[in-house]
């Protein structure tokens, strides 16, 4: 009974998981159906550039026609070819992909909140909501892409449409500081209902290492409890980066597979 109880509490995660993934793009991004996906597209300047997903609710068995399909599609629009999907909900896109030999695969753990642990800010750092009319949205953007370069250096201030979706309520992003008030990291949440994914959270290398991200983290789950979220989830890039995120409070659930064209 307990086995079976446990079975059904992880299908309806991962249907709540493949709920939000449909719904996440779609206030910026317009639609079409290729074959088993639905492919995202980015609807405005400055905007994430999206990806295909097995089409919500379907049931399809994934085959490697269906992959090249879609990639084919991708490039006539002249767009990113890239893929996206939970493993556990849809097990025939990955081998079907594997087939391809056109794309480049990453499984990511998928992690999802059990318990909070809130973490603080260590000495000589600060963390922070941004709003949506603040001025260091683009500081924090840079530090950002800084730290995902695996650079201390911090090029211009760029905040992109962040603002635009922060005050339309599709993003929540916080930033971190050092004691001279410098942008070192971030992160983010995209509220969607009842749902919502932690996304970009990182911190240049100088400022790793003393508990910065871990405390990102911390700061994004509580706002997104305090705003009455029920499910809270993220894709980790490593085991590393996943054990911070479980000093938080995540556990794993699934795996994210991210595929892009070689």
Request: glycine residues 10%; charged residues 25%.
């Amino acid at each position: 009974m307990a086995g079976g109880t446990a079975g059904r509490q992880s299908e309806r995660v991962l249907e709540t998981l493949e709920a939000y993934y449909d719904a996440a793009p779609r206030p910026l991004a317009t639609t079409e159906e290729v074959g088993p996906f639905t492919l995202f597209l980015r609807a405005e300047e400055g905007g994430f550039p999206y990806y295909a997903r097995p089409r919500l609710a379907g049931d399809a068995t994934f085959a490697p026609a269906d992959v090249e399909q879609v990639l084919d599609r991708q490039r006539e629009l002249g767009v990113p070819r890239a893929i996206e999907w939970v493993h556990e909900t849809t097990p025939s896109l990955l081998p079907a992909a594997r087939t391809t030999n056109a794309l480049t695969i990453e499984e990511c753990p998928l992690l999802v909140l059990q318990d909070h642990e809130k973490a603080s800010a260590p000495t000589g750092f600060t963390v922070e909501r941004l709003s949506a009319d603040g001025p260091r949205i683009g500081d924090v953007q840079a530090a950002l892409h800084a730290s995902f370069g695996h650079t201390d250096e911090v090029g211009p201030s760029d905040p992109g449409n962040r603002a635009s979706m922060i005050d339309r309520g599709l993003l929540t992003l916080v930033g971190a500081f050092d004691a001279d008030g410098r942008a070192v990291g971030g992160g983010s949440h995209g509220p969607r209902g009842r749902t919502t994914e932690l996304t970009g959270i990182a911190v240049i290398p100088r400022a790793r290492k003393h508990g910065v991200g871990q405390a990102i983290t911390s700061t994004l789950v509580a706002d997104a409890l305090g705003a009455g979220i029920e499910t809270v989830f993220l894709a980790a890039a490593s085991m590393d980066a996943a054990s911070v995120y479980e000093r938080v409070g995540f556990r794993r659930t699934a795996t994210a597979c991210i595929a892009e064209a070689r």
